[in-house]
């Protein structure tokens, strides 16, 4: 593993404050010379550090009135079928975020949807005809008091 020293916490806890930020910006935060920015954001990316840089998008100004939290409990009959379960979470574009846990559920995800009918839709599609579920619950969140990516470095 790559050490990660105090200026590339700086520059990194710049970009995940806004990924925007100048390469000028950071120099005269960091007091480092935009050549070794360059070099260390590099090395950043290519070491795996930096993993994606987005943008976060509102999902109410884009429709997805919903966010739901799922925990997903299977049969766990055969390794395939968990494999399976996996791989199907991981494509599904309502998944946002999908965790594998140990305690009472096997799996817990974030999901967002339109509304509550697109919810049940997927639903359906994702859980109801899926016979290696033994059961899923809900929890609707009804208002978002803080969502980051960002991580306490």
Sequence with gaps: MQEIDSKDRQL????????????PDMAERTGLSTASIQRRLRVLRESGVIQKEVAVLDPK????????IVSVELERDRLDQID???RKARLDEQVLN???IAGDAD???????RDIAAYEAFTHRFFFADKNVRKFRTS?????EKATLELPI
């Design 98 to 100: 999908f965790y594998c």
């Design 84 to 86: 399976a379960f996996k």
């Design 12 to 23: 990194l806890a710049l970009l995940q404050r806004n990924v925007k930020t100048t390469i």
């Design 140 to 144: 609707i969140v009804v208002s978002t």
């Design 107 to 113: 799996f817990v995800m974030i999901v967002v949807a």
């Design 61 to 68: 100004k884009l429709g997805l009135g919903i966010t739901a």
